[in-house]
């Protein structure tokens, strides 16, 4: 583990403990064990160690996965609209509840109304997030699985609904409550593929 490294987790360690608004620079340093002039040498401010918080555990979620690089053809191929949907969201909810990730999105989610950093981080992830479903839906609909006038609100609607659906689950597990079983993204997902479905009788042959 190298020294920026160090520093990321010790900062996600404070935060988690104290929130980012209560975290100091001579937080971290003394957390890490160095002289704070130190620190600067490798970030300059705590909003830098916050974005690259981040970047590091975004990279390592989906390294640890094996879902870089993904190539959309492949991926469907021989799958149906509603298999391809439900994996796609299986993986990306898997990214984001990986330890140290979902550490994470619990101190900027709760920050995200009072600290621009993390309202940018979010911006950031649902960017992403529509960017990959438009991505994914361009392949569907080559393929002719997928079937509408207009792709990009297509994805965006898809994408910013998962998104809803997913922070409705967030919530239940931040507050511990029991969380429903009536599954609302597998009912979404169902009914996206009937309204926007290529061939109804297409069969999985995975």
Known sequence: MNRKEEII??????ASERGLGNVSMSQIAEKVGIQKPSLY????????????????????????????????????????????LIQ????????????????????????????P????????????MIAATKELFVALKAQKKLFTDDIDMTAVSF????????DYRFDFLCSKETIPQ???MQNYIKWFCGQFGGNKNEKNVD
């Open 9 to 14: 987790l010790a900062t996600l360690k404070l």
């Open 41 to 84: 040498n490798h970030f300059k401010s705590k909003d830098e160690i916050i974005t690259a918080m981040y970047q590091f555990f975004r990279e390592k979620s989906k390294n640890n996965l094996s879902l870089e690089n993904i190539n959309y053809s492949d991926f469907i191929k021989g799958k149906t609209l509603e298999k391809v």
């Open 88 to 115: 796609s969201v299986s993986n990306y909810t898997k990214i984001n509840t990986d330890d140290d990730l979902f550490a994470f999105y619990k101190v900027v989610y709760s920050e995200r109304a009072v600290n």
């Open 117 to 128: 950093i993390a309202a940018k981080i979010i911006i950031d992830e649902t960017n992403k």
């Open 159 to 166: 994408a910013m609904t998962v998104h809803s659906i997913m």
């Open 182 to 184: 009536d599954d609302i």
